[in-house]
């Protein structure tokens, strides 16, 4: 993905979707994005696998568009970790987005149906 | 994310970068500790570098991405405002266009070293002594009396080599003579006029510069030694079309035969800013290319000549004051032996001077006049500040409800801020950048000005430099905070509840008082310039109308050098009648007469006067000039008393001298000059015996208050000075009816017909020379003048436009007055009424500054006292005149307002 990738995406894009998840396993509070793409993974089944690659371009990205909040804290194991966490903004986006999707989704099986 | 983080982050881009490397780190340690095997780890994680750079990019890009944003919006804004933009930017453009075409021009004549390496370490040689030193015959480059003490700049060729030999002072001391005029010829054909610059054999060497081929040797410098030159590189390029083998080519300086050893590299113009040399010869050289007066002189180097000057790389970590106490020892021993002195204040003491930017370019007149320039622009640019702020201003002001409705939806004031900056960031960088490109063409224009006809005196080097590059930048941005500061933080600043509330009317009129405040700033600024520029339009007027006491008009100079073509004294006179017949022979001269020294043209001669029986002053001087017979009628010089000079008088043992008026004044006030005496020196006080009486003239400036001139016969003779005419150039005044251009190509014929070797070497005008002498005051009065009518234009498209935004904004106001019965010449009269206060507080702010300026001024005005009520009165009346002009337009669209209209408008 090229970098100007990244700025072109537009939330109902793939870009969109990863961005969609991320929220969502914040807001069930703050992690570093280690965890964050491990319960992705684990909450998919193993289907949805995050790309480091992927993940922290979005994630600084989102943190410098206001969505997310990152500080560095001390990790369970004892180490320093950067956290991040949904700002108001960001859980605002989030409700949005998940409508959205459900809507896109819901539409997709529709067409997949009826074909 | 705001601006400031980002500036913030931007600022510590490594510790981000760390940041992001730590985070990785961690993720691949957590994989790890999850029980992965590490090598897996680092594969899953994949390019770890390009991840980070990709992450790093994140906040740069996105912070690009608005920013373009806002460039994208400025230019939509610009563009929705067409006439404003323009108006703007074209303002900019002139005001540092102006300061850019000056800066360079002080740049390459002031500021600018030297193009040598280290140029900091020069240092110049100077001496003083108490008095004209006894025993020398002649003192080349500047004299003064300072402090009481005379003081010069050269020394004789014995004095220099010697004390360039002994010193330890400097890493080298180098020596060198004005550039003087020479005949150079390339091979059979016919010799061109350059300049040749006599200098030390060190003199490439102790300078540093790079020669191409040979620098001198030590040997070359030697009296009877093959004489060598080196070219300078504009000659090489211009006359040797750049060609290597050009080194070892023989060519003949004033007859003489030379070979080229060397070319000296681009940039380098000697140690004179303005000055270019062609062509460089070893000091001895100029024995062997001195013209023969005589076949039989005595060929040596004449110890009581002192015509090198002297300047020398410090040894780092010396100061001047040791070098002077190392040197002046030796100075001093070798000055005595010359003079001859044993008073020990009657010998000569070394002055060390910095001497990084070489010889002074300027006169500290021209000098002065530059700075005068530089601080007119100055207030120009001030003026085009005030101009761009009220314009900007009073469409702030226009999209405050724009602002304030962006505030309110959310926009952070800092990004509303950038986002103004933005836009006085593109305004300044397209007006800087063409400010920049006009300041070029017009320092080339003014530098065209200065560097009038052939007189290539005030050539300088012009190329964009880096410091005339970071003068524009630094003009730009520091406009820019000037003018964009109050606009943009009005922009920021707006309140919804204000703004709103107000609507489009009412609480706008005191808004505008800082745009009132400008205006009238801008006044102010607007009449100390034009005050000035007509304090020096009135200088310029009164010297170009002084009476020089001769008819200047249908009168020019042409002039010939016959001892470059290798001529005798003996063969002089026969050649200068017969060249004298021939030009009197073209149709339409009316008279023609040899004279030695051109009248106004800015040299000259002086002597002392001795006159028997009176004792003499210091200040008894007068000013010489040999002239032939005729030579007041063609002049037009009136014959007061006496006779004029004869064909008898023409030779070495003539008494008949020819004084003016004020000669006869000063120094025979009591009885008749005719048939009185006097001499030039006290050993001969009954040389010359007074035969006639003519009227006073102006001699060679018309600054200074005209001194009394002695006519002398012209002839010819083997020593320079007062003996007779020197082997400089024989000029022929000649009045003619026929125009000049006509006139020059006739008399380059007739002199071809007389002797093809010696041409026409210069052609000028008596009109001609005298703007020439008057280039300062020129320079200074078209100059300020323009910038005078720049700086009105600029004053009445502020002003209109401020009255046009006032109108405008008060629409509804002028409509419910009308409504209620007020005439449209009570509205007219309204917006002359608010114009003319503006206009009269900006008086009252600008007649102090006015005064400052003049005051400044003082020392380059001709008979005009700084406060002059005419000066004062013309631009005061100027001033009104643009302001009511400004008006006409805004009065007119007041009286225009329907009163219907403006009410439904509610």
């Known amino acids: ?115 | 994310m705001s601006f400031w983080s980002r500036l913030q982050r931007t600022a510590s881009s490594r510790r981000h970068a760390e940041e992001i490397r730590d985070e990785l780190q961690f993720h691949l340690d957590m994989d790890v500790a999850s029980g992965r095997d590490p090598r897996e780890a680092r594969i899953r994680l994949g390019n770890r570098s390009r991840i980070e750079e990709e992450t790093r990019a994140v906040g740069i890009v996105a912070w690009i991405e608005s920013c373009a944003q806002d460039v994208r919006y400025g230019w939509r804004q610009m563009r929705r405002a067409p006439v404003l933009t323009l108006a703007v930017l074209l303002s900019l453009t002139i005001g540092i266009g102006a300061n850019t075409a000056i800066f360079s021009l002080l740049d390459a004549a002031i500021l600018k070293p030297l193009p040598v390496p280290d140029a900091k370490q020069l240092r110049i040689l100077e001496w003083t002594n108490d008095g004209y030193p006894p025993g020398l015959e002649n003192i080349n480059g500047d004299t003064t009396i300072a402090a009481g003490r005379f003081r010069a700049s050269s020394v004789g060729a014995n004095v220099y080599r010697r004390l360039a030999r002994q010193q330890t002072a400097f890493d080298a001391l180098v020596g060198f003579a004005d550039p003087v005029p020479a005949a150079l010829a390339l091979d059979s054909s016919s010799a061109e006029q350059v300049s040749l610059q006599y200098v030390s054999a060190n003199f490439f060497q102790g300078l540093e510069v790079a020669i191409l081929g040979q620098p001198f040797r030590d040997e070359d410098d030697r009296v009877g030694a093959e004489p060598v030159a080196i070219v300078s590189n504009r000659y090489w390029i211009g006359r040797l079309g750049g060609d290597p083998s050009a080194i070892g080519r023989a060519i003949r300086i004033n007859n003489v035969p030379t070979r080229i050893v060397g070319v000296a590299p681009p940039q380098f113009f000697g140690v004179h800013p303005g000055q270019w040399s062609d062509v460089y010869a070893p000091l001895a050289a100029r024995v062997a290319f001195r013209p023969t007066e005589r076949a039989a002189d005595a060929r040596g180097e004449n110890d009581r000549d002192w015509w090198i000057r002297q300047i020398g790389r410090l040894k780092p970590g010396l100061t001047d004051e040791a070098a002077r106490a190392a040197l002046d020892p030796i100075f001093r021993g070798l000055a005595s032996e010359t003079t001859g002195s044993v008073d020990e204040k009657k010998i000569p003491a070394l002055v060390v001077e910095p001497g990084a930017r070489g010889l002074a370019a300027l006169t500290p007149r021209d000098t002065s006049a530059l700075w005068i320039l530089m601080a007119l622009v100055t207030v120009l640019l001030f003026i085009v500040c005030t101009n761009v702020a009220n314009l900007l201003l009073s469409r702030a002001v226009a999209r405050q409800r724009e602002s304030a409705v962006r505030l309110a939806l959310g926009a952070g004031r800092l990004r509303l801020l950038r986002q103004h900056a933005i836009e006085i960031g593109m305004i300044a960088i397209v007006g800087g950048a063409s400010g920049l490109a006009l300041g070029y063409v017009l320092a080339h224009g003014i530098h065209a000005l200065f560097e009038t006809g052939r007189d290539a005196s005030y050539s300088f080097d012009l190329h964009l430099s880096a410091r005339v590059l970071w003068f524009t930048a630094g003009s730009a941005t520091l406009t820019a905070i000037l003018f964009g500061l109050a606009p943009a933080i009005r922009g920021a600043r707006a309140d919804l509840h204000d703004v709103l509330k107000a609507q489009s009317r009412g609480i706008v009129g005191s808004r505008l008082r800082g745009a009132r405040l400008l205006a009238s700033v801008q006044v102010g600024l607007c009449l100390a310039a034009i005050v000035a520029a007509a304090l020096l339009a009135r200088s310029l007027q009164t010297i170009e109308r002084v009476d020089v006491g001769f008819d200047r008009d249908n009168l020019a100079y042409v002039s010939v050098n016959p001892w470059q073509a290798g001529y005798t004294a003996e063969r002089m006179p026969a050649y200068l009648d017969r060249a004298r017949d021939e030009l009197a022979r073209i149709p339409g001269v009316v008279q023609v007469a040899p004279l030695e020294v051109r009248l106004l043209s800015g040299s000259g001669n002086a002597a002392g006067v001795v006159v028997p029986g009176r004792v003499t002053r210091p200040s008894d001087h007068a000013n010489f000039n040999h002239v032939g017979e005729h030579a007041f009628e063609t002049l037009g010089i009136p014959l007061v008393a006496g006779r004029a000079f004869e064909p008898a008088d023409r030779q070495p043992n003539s008494q008949a001298v020819i004084v003016d008026e004020r000669f006869a004044r000063l120094f025979f006030p009591d009885r008749s000059p005719l048939g009185g005496r006097f001499g030039f020196n006290q050993k001969d006080p009954e040389r010359y015996e007074i035969v006639g009486v003519v009227g006073d003239t102006f001699y060679n400036n018309l600054r200074n208050a005209p001194q009394a001139v002695v006519f002398l016969p012209y002839y010819w003779s083997s020593t320079a000075g007062i003996g007779g005419a020197s082997t400089g150039p024989v000029n022929f005044a000649v009045r003619a009816r026929i125009d000049a251009g006509q006139l020059a190509q006739a008399a380059r014929a007739a002199l071809a017909s007389v002797d093809p070797a010696v041409p026409m070497s210069d052609f000028q005008t008596q009109t001609h020379l005298i703007d020439r002498i008057l280039r300062t005051e020129r320079l200074l009065g078209f100059i300020s003048g323009a910038f005078g009518l720049l700086a009105l234009t600029l004053v009445g498209i502020g002003l209109g436009g401020f009255l046009m935004y006032a109108v405008a904004r008060r629409t509804n106001e002028i409509g419910i007055r009308m409504a209620l019965g007020a005439t449209r010449s009570v509205v007219i009269r309204d917006v002359l009424t608010e114009a003319l206060v503006m206009v009269g507080a900006g008086v009252a702010l600008g007649l102090p500054t006015a005064y400052a300026m003049a005051t400044a001024l003082r020392s380059q005005l001709f008979e005009i006292q700084p406060v002059d009520p005419l000066a004062i009165a013309g631009a005061l009346a100027g001033l009104m005149l643009t302001a009511v002009a400004a008006t006409l337009i805004p009065a007119r669209r007041a009286a225009a307002v329907d009163p219907l209209i403006a009410l439904r408008a509610e």
């Open chain 1, 1 to 115: 993905m090229s970098i100007l990738d990244i700025y072109m995406a537009k939330p109902d894009n793939l870009q969109g979707a990863l961005d969609v998840l991320v929220m969502k396993t914040l807001c069930r509070g703050a992690q570093h994005g280690f965890a964050i793409a491990a319960e992705i993974q684990q909450s998919s089944d193993d289907v949805l696998k995050v790309e480091a690659g992927s993940l922290y371009p979005a994630l600084h990205r989102m943190t410098e568009a206001g969505l997310l909040k990152a500080v560095w804290r001390t990790s369970t194991a004892g180490r320093k970790a950067r956290y991040y966490e949904l700002t108001s903004k960001g859980r605002r986006r989030l409700t949005e987005s998940e409508k959205r999707w459900h809507e896109v989704a819901a539409a997709v099986a529709r067409v997949l149906r009826t074909a």
